[in-house]
Every structure is written in C-alpha cells, then in structure tokens.
C-alpha cells in the first residue's frame, strides 16, 4: 500500500527565514510525486510534478526536489502571502494519488 | 475559463436523507475523481473515473453513489448509509489516469449533516 508522511505538521517562519518541508514516501512503481497549495476552504491548487529522483523544478519562491524515498519543498525568503497548507501525493501503479495530511505554514512579518 | 465548477459552496443535510453534490469540468479531461477531506487527515479517494460511463470504487466508498453519463460530467451522491457524511468533499480531474499526470481540483463542498 502506497504511503505518504508529511513534516512537520505545522511550520511558523518569520518573513525571510528559509526552509524546506518534508515528504516521505513508499510506492509501488513510482509514477510521480505532486505538490499542491491549499487555502483555507479552498480546494487544493497544483504547484509541480516530480518524476524521477534527480529532478527539481522551481516556482517563484519555491523549489521541489525528489530522492528515491523523499521529497523537499524548500521555501526562500517566504512572505505572508505564502501561508497555506502544502500537500504531498504520489501515483504508483495502481493509477491513483495517495495524500499525506499536509505540513501547515504560518508565515509571519 | 476552463476550469472545474462544485457546486453548491455549503449543502446541509438531515439524517436519513440523501443528497447530490456536482461537479463539473470544461478541461476536456477524461478521468474525473472525488475525494472526501477530514481536519488533521489526508484526502481520501471515494471513486474514480476514467471514460464516460465507467467508474470504480476508491478507498472509501462505501455509503455514496456516482454516474459518469456525460464527459464533463461527475456528481456524487451521499446516501443515508454514509454513516459519518460531515466533510469537506472535493472534486478533480486530469487528462488521463496512470499516475503521471497532475490532478486539478474545484473549490469544494462543505457538507455538514443537521
């Protein structure tokens, strides 16, 4: 059974202070790992897909890195507007998302 | 806009009775999906659906119903055997299923049972 932990559950940065959150996983057959953004009431809105260990892909603000058993959502410099929840999920061969329970980011001035 | 329309935003249901949530795409996607959200756990897949007219169970779904009759098309169903329906439930949609193509959500239905 496919598994996703997500860490920490809840990160207050002041404005500035860089950090990365945690997403650990297991999978059969890994097809790709997703990062999402999601507000309060909100649904979730798509931030990047990772395919293979190796790989980054960058965003403003933020970057996603992939190892064999890990992802990383490093933030820089991050304001206030960057608050929200971030979502970890991965497909594997059984063609459907499996989500970790998030990591909520409080970013203050 | 393309985009993915829930509709309605809050629903209030009583016990016993069921109730149908929509859902709505005009990305041209073929696989359509609905999650179920609970505070402090990850979203748990209800049913799926890769073509019109076919669907299949997820983790969860016991309690609810689907139909896929047209493409753009995916409303769900909360009957009364759902025995804990307060949630918040989600719909998505992707281009195919497989694993390798991203997910778009809509904006969601809170649903809380009175």
């Known amino acids: 059974e496919d598994q996703v932990t997500q860490s920490p559950e809840a990160l207050r940065l002041q404005e500035g202070e860089s950090s990365s959150l945690n997403c650990s996983y297991t999978v059969s057959g890994l097809r790709g790992l997703f990062w999402y953004r999601q507000d309060p009431g909100k649904g979730p809105e798509f931030l990047f897909t990772l395919y293979s260990a190796g790989e980054e892909k960058e965003k403003e603000r933020l970057k996603a890195t992939l190892t064999k058993k890990e992802s990383f959502l490093h933030i820089t410099a991050p304001k206030p507007e960057d608050s929200a929840t971030y979502l970890c999920?991965?497909?594997?061969?059984?063609?459907?998302?499996?989500f970790g329970t998030g990591t909520r980011l409080q970013v203050t001035l | 806009d393309g985009g993915i329309t829930q509709s309605p935003k809050y629903l209030f249901r009583k016990e016993g009775q069921n109730v149908t949530l929509s859902c709505e795409q005009n990305?041209?996607?073929?696989?359509m999906y609905w999650y179920r959200q609970d505070p402090g756990q990850g979203l748990r897949l209800i049913y799926y659906s890769q073509i019109v007219n076919d669907f299949q169970k997820g983790d969860i779904a016991e309690g609810y119903s689907v139909s896929r009759e047209k493409k753009e098309s995916f409303p769900l169903t909360v009957t009364s055997a759902q025995k804990n329906p307060t949630a918040f439930y989600l719909c998505?949609?992707?281009?195919?299923?497989?694993?390798?193509?991203?997910?778009?959500f809509g904006q969601g239905t809170r649903l809380t049972v009175v």
């Open positions: 999920a991965v497909a594997g061969t059984a063609s459907k998302l499996t």
């Open positions: 990305l041209n996607h073929d696989a």
């Open positions: 998505a949609s992707s281009t195919r299923t497989g694993g390798n193509t991203e997910a778009f």
